[in-house]
């Protein structure tokens, strides 16, 4: 039922992930992959991303049974395109970008002929590149599928057990909902500590080195965010624009409550709302959602 050759189109943090994760969890499957930067190919084949980094995209796809796409969301359709001509019949391509309704239309309009299962595995960091990837990324948090509602159920429930396999939890989304949802939950966090880390370097008096100096906690745990990858993030700013400017409304209105209540001295108001999200933050660590990066200090990751 699993894949036996599965091929991987750029090997930064997620691609090279992706790679450890199959020689981990999947040792029977052969992996190949393709990165259109050659340092990042290079750096691939010495850390053993994928069994055999390719010197083309096409060469990489010649007898894939599952294509994955690794690149930022703005450049999946260029990616697409290169492999266009080399995909073998009955391949079924997925990818792992952060938005879905733009990146599905993307590859299913490069490859018509292809089975397309997008996905997104809901599980990162802030770093990037062939060095960033460790094989238990995707233990424990979810992947979300978007299949077209025509998909192929067999298709579709490959992808799910291939993620499955990496150690993901698997949830079925429409496309539209996914960005909706994501613009909330990942994207205007972003947006927002871009934003904060700027205004706080900004600011004339307060000078660069005091920010540095007293980056102890809340502004810390921001600094980490917006170091996060500005390609990445450029794109997906780019393609999930209409919910991220519709989630961006709805925090605009209650960021403008909060300041009112605020100036009201309105001390109900901020006490009812910081116990209602320190409940959210609770359930989060209940659930067992809680982070998995290398540096919180779990042991279960390489
Ligand atoms: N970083 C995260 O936390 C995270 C989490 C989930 C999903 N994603 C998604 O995963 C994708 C990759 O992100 P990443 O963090 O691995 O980025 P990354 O910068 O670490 O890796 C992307 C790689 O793609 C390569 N690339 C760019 N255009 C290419 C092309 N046309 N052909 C071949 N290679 C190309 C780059 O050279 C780079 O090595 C993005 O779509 C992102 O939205 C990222
Ligand atoms: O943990 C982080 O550093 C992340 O930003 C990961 C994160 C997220 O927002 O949760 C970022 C983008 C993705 O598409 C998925 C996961």
């Known amino acids: 039922m699993s894949f036996q050759r599965v091929t991987i189109i750029g090997l930064g943090l997620l691609g090279g992930s992706v790679g450890l994760a199959i020689a981990e969890f999947l040792p029977g499957c052969a992996t190949t992959g393709y990165d259109a930067d050659p340092a990042v190919r290079r750096r691939a084949a010495e850390r053993g991303l994928v069994g055999r980094v390719c010197e083309t995209a096409a060469e990489a796809v010649s007898d894939a049974e599952l294509v994955i796409f690794c690149v930022p969301v703005g450049a999946m359709e260029n990616a697409a395109c290169e492999v266009a001509d080399a995909l073998p019949a009955g391949v079924i391509v997925t990818d792992v970008g952060s938005s879905k309704e733009a990146v599905g239309e993307a590859l299913r309009a490069a490859l018509p002929h292809a089975t397309v299962i997008p996905a997104h595995p809901v599980a990162g960091t802030e770093r990037s590149g ?34 499955k396999a990496l150690g993901a939890d698997v949830e079925l989304m429409d496309g539209a909902h996914h960005d909706l949802v994501l613009a909330v939950t990942s994207h205007i966090p972003h947006l927002i500590a871009y934003t904060i880390v700027g205004t706080a370097s900004d600011l004339e008096q307060v000078t660069r080195s005091e920010v540095i100096k007293y980056s102890a906690g809340g502004f810390r745990d921001f600094t980490r965010i917006a170091a996060s990858d500005p390609t990445m993030w450029r794109d997906v700013f780019l393609t999930n624009r209409e919910a991220v400017l519709e989630m961006l409304g709805r925090f605009t209105e209650d960021l403008t409550a ?30 067992g959602q809680d982070d998995a990066r290398p540096d919180f200090g779990r042991s279960d990751h390489g």
Do not use: Y
């Open 130 to 163: 062939p060095d960033a990837g460790f094989p238990h990324l995707f233990r424990h948090r979810w992947c979300i599928l978007t299949p077209p509602a025509d998909a192929d159920p067999e298709a579709v429930d490959k992808v799910a057990a291939f993620w």
């Open 258 to 287: 909060l300041q009112r209540a605020i100036r009201r001295s309105d001390g109900d108001a901020l006490f009812e709302l910081f116990t209602r999200t320190r409940d959210i933050r609770r359930s989060i660590v209940e659930q």
